[in-house]
């Protein structure tokens, strides 16, 4: 089967860095996304990790570690529009589907 | 900025009632899904498309839903009878099958079903 965990909800200070944790277990790995959704709008692409290590890019960055079926979303110089939900998601087969499959997301407050 | 079109964004309707949302796919690209989204259960897959064929639609409850793609610009998700449980918001995505490739996500239906 499959199963994605994450914390459901975190609270961080504006300016700080948080990191959101996110564990897989699937049938196959192809790749582990995450997505931003701000309250009554639609998922919007952050990160991808095919391959183990860290990718970049900006204030965010995203790790993944395929041999412990993990990955982590690291925010940085958090900002109060940073306040959204974070999903994971997994493409979990090494076949052509390319579907992917959601964990139930982190709800992140930041504060001032 | 390419976009995701779904209508209606807000549907209110009676129990037993048909409900037909929409997906306007960004041209171009070959997959499209349907995701269901609820407080409890999170984004769920119904359904998906590659090259307007059905891929996979065991997510869905086969006796009330149904999804098409008649043309590569109108995908169709459709609820006959409705139910109550059914409230969620709908959303439709779109991309190109590839490693590395994510998503584009339209606004969503948002259902209720009184």
């Known amino acids: 089967g499959q199963n994605i965990d994450q914390p459901t909800e975190m609270t961080a200070t504006e300016g700080a860095i948080v990191q959101i944790n996110c564990t897989y277990q699937t049938s196959g790995f192809n790749g582990l996304f995450w997505y931003q959704q701000h309250a009554g709008e639609a998922p919007t692409f952050l990160s991808y990790n095919v391959l183990d290590g860290l990718e970049e890019k900006g204030r965010f960055s995203s790790f993944l570690s395929r041999s412990k079926g993990y990955s982590y979303l690291l925010l940085k110089e958090l900002q109060m529009k940073d306040s959204a939900s974070y999903l994971c998601?997994?493409?979990?087969?090494?076949?052509?589907?390319?579907?992917?499959?959601f964990g139930s997301g982190t709800r992140l407050l930041v504060r001032p | 900025d390419a976009r995701v079109t779904q209508t209606p964004r807000h549907k209110v309707t009676e129990m037993g009632q048909e409900v037909t949302m929409r997906c306007q796919p960004i041209?171009?690209?070959?997959?499209v899904f349907w995701y269901r989204q609820t407080m409890m259960q999170g984004l769920e897959l119904l359904a998906y498309f590659r090259n307007r064929a059905p891929l996979d639609d065991s997510g869905m409850p086969k006796d009330r839903f149904s999804a098409e793609m008649p043309d590569a610009t109108l995908a169709t998700l459709k609820i006959q009878p409705s139910e109550p449980r059914d409230s969620a918001v709908y959303f439709c995505a779109s991309g190109l099958a590839g490693p590395g490739y994510g998503y584009t996500f339209g606004s969503g239906t948002r259902l209720t079903v009184v």
């Open positions: 998601a997994v493409r979990p087969e090494g076949d052509s589907s390319y579907k992917l499959i």
């Open positions: 041209l171009g690209h070959n997959t």
